[in-house]
């Protein structure tokens, strides 16, 4: 009976372990990058407001995350955070400055239905697509991918950026879409 339980207690935590809210392993397309925003809605709250958000993918460590965020955008303060190896450390704070007669929000978006990572997973996937058919690249990986926030705020503006490369290194491959996931460049 005892050694039931002990075999118990180690899948136990093997299914606890392995159904973390780590967004390190998860896969550079729609699915696992929806994946990684309910990871970061589980950190700082559906309500966040983000100017920046970055997943950079490193071979030997997974992917890291990069974020400027506040759950109070009218206390002008933010916090810069990454997430390595699954810890979240703030790296540091943010006040921020703002021109008369506007507010913060202006100048932040939120995860929501018009600005979400499923969408730059998706968009990932279809820039690979389309290096593997333009460019007879074969297993392009994720070396960046961002949502670029206008500095005035015109949301209108907000860019989904992607940057791939070769398997084994080389020219990058840089992607830039408009929140309608229309192309507006490619370039290397």
């Given amino acids: 009976m005892k050694k039931i339980?002990?075999?118990?207690?180690?899948?136990m935590s093997a299914v606890?372990?392995?159904?973390?809210?780590?967004s390190i392993s998860k896969e550079a397309n729609a699915d696992g990058?929806?994946?990684?925003e309910t990871d970061v809605k589980n950190q700082f709250g559906s309500e966040a407001y983000y100017t920046d958000f970055v997943?950079?993918?490193d071979k030997s460590i997974g992917n890291i995350i990069s974020t400027t965020v506040t759950d109070d955008p009218e206390s002008l303060k933010m916090g810069e955070w990454n997430q390595v190896q699954g810890a979240?450390?703030?790296?540091s704070d943010v006040t921020?400055?703002?021109?008369?007669?506007t507010k913060a929000?202006?100048?932040?978006?939120?995860?929501?239905?018009?600005?979400?990572?499923?969408?730059l997973g998706g968009l990932i996937e279809k820039s690979m697509k389309k290096l593997k058919l333009d460019k007879k690249i074969e297993n392009p990986k994720l070396e960046m991918a961002f949502i670029k926030f206008p500095d005035d705020g015109d949301i209108s503006e907000t860019e989904y950026c992607v940057k791939l490369e070769p398997?084994?290194?080389?020219?990058?491959?840089?992607?830039?879409?408009?929140?309608?996931?229309?192309l507006i460049e490619m370039d290397y």
């Fill in 55 to 57: 997943v950079t993918y």
């Fill in 96 to 101: 921020i400055e703002l021109p008369e007669g």
């Fill in 16 to 22: 606890l372990l392995s159904c973390g809210s780590s």
């Fill in 167 to 182: 398997e084994n290194g080389g020219t990058s491959f840089n992607f830039s879409y408009k929140l309608n996931s229309e």
């Fill in 88 to 91: 979240w450390n703030q790296t």
């Fill in 5 to 11: 339980k002990i075999i118990a207690t180690i899948f």
């Fill in 33 to 36: 990058f929806a994946s990684i």
């Fill in 105 to 119: 929000t202006d100048f932040m978006f939120q995860l929501d239905d018009e600005i979400n990572l499923k969408t």
